[in-house]
């Protein structure tokens, strides 16, 4: 991404302002074009239409935990219980429909013990002033031991109805479910981000908690709703997934959701946001998904093994964080510098 900014054009920057504030988001656009174009002599597979369409699904999953993950990275927070959030989801939604639950008061049940999860982690991390990354972790692995507990570690399956199964297996014309709610999602996402008060306080709590104070921010509320809406959001991509399988199984990616949170970090991150808060975008998160959607695709379809994939996934974050952070490690420096001076 930072060799694509340098090799546009400076003077193009400024003399559009609106392409210098979108920078990131056309530097990622244009590595995603390049992808496409270098994917088809890797693998012929790649851009035939049966895998773009499992590739839009996959991302959306993914891209909808992302979201969610940006309202608390803009914040200069995190939620490394994302993934055990999907993975508490998907067993209550799958037991529930075993047991003959209805498909509305089950959809209820999980997004309650989402919103749960989402409020604990917010009233913790605000009110006890912990670290969010202590508080997310002991919040994981609470989650992680009652599924085990509750389901033995055995997957749950049995006679779930094909309505609730094409909430996540089934299309919308030739688009899949999980895709037009991705794209749902980022729209009214967006619009909240730039059109309402609560998106302004969302950017001005992550830039400068004193100053938003200060300006009449309700900074505690602020940072609550923001865990919210992450868990919200991980729990509308857990329903999704485990509607696809119409089955739980605690160990695999689909049922435990394996990696959820570092995914989504990463979506984010590559979008552009900075983990130190006040930076970032919908549409950067948006884009970063799909980038890393892609690769994820496209790697084991040219022979690389899982093992390398998560070695790239986390030098990807790796170099994304110290782009993102570049500004306050050459500040840092100077300083040290001057000091040894």
């Known amino acids: ?45 790649f851009l035939s239409a049966d895998n773009l369409l499992n590739l839009l699904r996959q991302t959306a999953y993914t891209a909808i935990a992302a979201i969610g993950m940006y309202f608390v990275i ?23 429909m075993v047991d003959g639950v209805s498909i509305g008061v089950t959809i209820a049940a999980a997004l309650a013990v989402g919103l749960l999860v989402g409020l604990l982690n917010g009233i913790i991390v605000t009110y006890g002033r912990l670290q969010p990354f202590v508080v997310t972790l002991v919040t994981r692995q609470i989650m992680q031991g009652i599924v085990l507990v509750a389901s033995g570690g055995a997957s749950i399956s049995g006679d779930v109805p094909d309505t609730f199964m094409q909430i996540g297996a089934g299309y919308i014309g030739f688009i899949p479910v999980p895709v037009v709610v991705m794209f749902v999602i980022a729209v009214a996402a967006f619009f909240m981000m730039r059109k309402t008060t609560f998106g302004r306080r969302l950017y001005i709590t992550g830039s400068n908690q004193t100053a938003a104070y200060y300006s009449g921010t309700n900074v505690r509320r602020v940072k609550v709703l923001a865990y919210v809406l992450c868990a ?9 997934s485990v509607a696809r399988i119409g089955a739980f199984q605690p160990t695999t990616t689909h049922g435990g959701a394996a990696g959820m949170e570092l995914n989504a970090i990463a979506a984010v991150v590559v979008g552009g946001a900075s983990l130190s808060g006040g930076k970032g975008s919908i549409v950067g998160t948006l884009l970063g998904a799909v980038l890393y959607g892609i690769l994820s695709n496209l790697f ?3 022979g690389i093994s899982s093992y390398i994939q998560q070695l790239i996934q986390g030098f990807i974050i790796l170099m994304a964080v110290l782009i993102s952070s570049k500004g306050k490690i050459l500040r840092v420096l100077r300083k040290e510098g001057a000091k040894v001076a």
């Open 74 to 96: 803009l914040i200069g927070g995190i939620d490394l219980s994302i993934g055990a959030t999907v993975q508490i989801v998907g067993m209550v939604s799958i037991m529930m």
């Open 232 to 240: 919200l959001f991980a729990t509308v991509s857990g329903l999704l």
């Open 1 to 45: 991404m930072a060799v694509l900014k340098s090799i546009l054009p400076k003077a193009l920057f400024k003399k559009r302002p609106y392409i210098r504030e979108y920078k990131n988001e056309i530097a990622i656009s244009l590595l995603i074009i390049v992808v496409f174009v270098v994917s088809q002599f890797l693998s012929p597979v």
């Open 300 to 302: 084991p379809l040219i």
